[in-house]
């Protein structure tokens, strides 16, 4: 057993004793495992509609599979937090689909476009963790989807809740020619082992996991529950550095070191014995400080890796080399060759945002030019892989066709927006059509500017489309504007970079919607008329 924590008294840590749930999360988990609300969806409400489910399932266990009520269409954003959740709940619900990896062949893809057309009124968005979530869905096709999606090896079980959510990974991981370890075999061993295990079910809050070889870092391994990162020890062995204890919201942290060197088979006992602490050890009874990077903070990285040797792996992990430092752009925009002599295309849709119609063109571009694989990405784009290099030009050209661009400017390739007021009950302002307006605008605007440079856009202070890692973070609230009305807007954080800093929040920094394009172009022009050579937008700021 560890020294006490600073805070053991009334944090609902299950290691030192606080069985009783202290809040009503806790409690209804307690009640009943979420992965048991599969069977009464198929067999119950599925079959006698919404008005059959249990409050406590519809607003609890059913994010044990991917699913959230969407909001009310109508109700603005000033209602968001005052209304109590029956008015704001639809009859309709979001749906996560875990891709882990982001790896899907063409089966896959095709499934995902049919159920978005078939199902979910064509729609479709990539998320920064590479799922797909759909919209408009009813709890009578829920079965039907699932069947559709297990039928080709998908699933939305522990998509969302209190869970080990989606584990991201490299989406050109075993194809990349730089990359220093594939981690596709430790992602497949965490899934197939620990996913939907009853072991795990019960977590103080979510979990985020990150596994990847990656040279460019692009699954931002900084701001993950726990993270593996591809390293070469001094005997040149290839294996994982460990980072665990970061993430966004209130309160951002950045993963630490633990300092160790983990070869890859090994790397599933690792996890299982994060996760394991996290369950243990983590704070229950406040859900603001259920994450682990709260753990994180008061033990540190020396105590933290000194208790998952002792109490949960039983033997010493090495030393693992420095962690490199952090880079500035991490995607996987353009046209690359592949480690096999074959070329990866990848691409940007505006903001993660398309439909089930674009995806089934996707998927017959993907076998008309490739092989039919195609990855999401941690930045809301994606990748067709395998194609020849006398074909890339003519699939970028197709692409395009569609608006999906190979080249595209900084601002398109840099853009992230969450879900926002159109179907989030936590909103407070639209966030996706903003972005994408945005986008189009800076393009006229300024259409030389080329520096990378993250613009990101939160409909609320959640961190879904990680405002505080951004050059120029949004984060949606009401403003008030010249004639003293109440409208929407943002909360402006600048100079964020992931693993560096965290976006400077500048008091009464703040634009309307209506502002926006203005305020980002100034500040854009600024910045690139200031800067010196090679001085990113963090360092100018
Ligand atoms: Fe919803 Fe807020 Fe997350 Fe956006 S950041 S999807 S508004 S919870």
Request: aromatic letters at 8%; glycine letters at 10%; one cysteine or more.
């Given at each position: ?13 299950w290691?030192l ?8 999360n806790?409690?209804?988990k307690k ?10 969806i198929i ?11 249990d ?22 954003g ?32 095709r ?19 590479q ?11 829920v ?8 039928s080709?090896?998908?699933s ?20 990349a ?12 061993e965490?899934h ?8 795990f ?24 529950d ?18 665990a ?29 994060v996760?394991?602490?996290?369950r ?24 933290f890796?000194?208790?998952l ?16 430092a ?5 995607d ?8 096999d002599?074959n ?24 076998e008309?030019y ?47 927006a ?14 996706k ?6 986008v189009?605008e ?12 993250t ?9 879904c489309a ?7 973070g ?34 009464g920094?703040?634009?309307t ?5 203005d305020y ?13 050579d ?8």
């Amino acid at each position: 057993m560890p020294p006490a924590t600073k805070r053991k008294r009334g944090e609902g840590q299950w290691a030192l004793g606080y069985r009783e749930p202290l809040n009503k999360n806790e409690e209804n988990k307690k009640n009943d495992d979420g992965l048991n609300v599969r069977r009464r969806i198929i067999d119950i409400y599925s079959k006698a509609g919404f008005d059959s489910i249990d409050p406590a399932d519809l607003r609890g266990r059913m994010r044990w599979y991917g699913l959230y009520t969407q909001r009310r269409p109508g109700i603005d954003g000033g209602k968001t937090g005052a209304l109590p959740d029956e008015e704001l709940d639809d009859r309709y619900f979001m749906m996560r689909v875990r891709i882990d990896g982001g790896q899907l062949d063409g089966p896959q893809l095709r499934a995902i476009a049919d159920i978005a057309t078939t199902y979910a009124r064509g729609t479709a968005d990539i998320t920064d963790r590479q799922n797909i979530q759909y919209h408009w869905i009813r709890i009578e096709d829920v079965p039907a989807i699932w069947e559709r999606l297990e039928s080709v090896g998908l699933s939305t079980m522990e998509a969302c809740g209190d869970t080990p959510r989606v584990v991201i990974g490299c989406p050109l991981a075993g194809i990349a020619e730089d990359e220093v370890i594939d981690a596709t075999p430790q992602i497949a061993e965490v899934h197939e082992r620990y996913v939907g295990s009853p072991e795990f079910s019960n977590l103080p809050r979510k979990f985020k996991t990150a596994m990847s070889g990656c040279t460019a870092h692009c699954t931002v391994h900084e701001i993950n529950d726990v993270a593996f990162v591809g390293t070469v020890n001094a005997a040149g062995e290839a294996g994982y550095q460990v980072f665990a204890g970061g993430g966004l919201s209130t309160n951002p942290m950045f993963a630490k070191s633990l300092g160790v060197f983990v070869r890859p088979e090994q790397a599933h006992e690792v996890w299982k014995g994060v996760i394991s602490i996290f369950r243990d050890y983590g704070y229950r009874r406040l859900r603001h400080r259920a994450r682990i990077k709260f753990l994180m903070a008061d033990w540190g990285p020396e105590r933290f890796r000194e208790v998952l040797e002792k109490e949960y792996l039983g033997y010493e992990l090495p030393d693992g080399p420095e962690p490199a430092a952090p880079l500035p752009r991490r995607d996987h925009v353009g046209i690359h060759r592949q480690k096999d002599g074959n070329y990866y295309v990848g691409f940007a849709p505006r903001v993660g945002r398309v439909n089930g119609e674009l995806l089934g063109v996707i998927a017959d571009l993907a076998e008309r030019y490739g092989s039919g694989r195609t990855r999401t990405t941690a930045e809301q784009k994606m990748v067709i892989l395998d194609v020849p290099e006398e074909d890339t030009e003519s699939l970028a050209d197709a692409l395009a066709e569609h608006d999906l661009q190979v080249r595209p400017s900084t601002f398109r390739r840099q853009t992230m927006a969450c879900t926002g007021i159109e179907y989030c009950k936590l909103a407070i302002v639209e966030t996706k059509q903003r972005a994408m307006d945005l986008v189009d605008e800076l393009e006229k605007r300024l259409p030389d500017f080329e520096q990378p440079l993250t613009v990101n856009v939160n409909g609320c202070p959640n961190a879904c489309a990680r405002i505080q890692v951004a050059d120029i973070g949004l984060k949606g609230q009401l403003v008030v504007d010249e004639n003293g009305d109440q409208v929407e807007g943002f909360q402006i954080h600048l100079g964020g970079a992931v693993g560096a800093s965290f976006g400077k929040k500048v008091r009464g920094l703040k634009t309307t919607s209506a502002g926006l394009t203005d305020y980002v172009e100034r500040v854009v022009r600024r910045y690139d008329e200031q800067r010196r050579d090679g001085e990113s937008f963090a360092a100018w700021t």
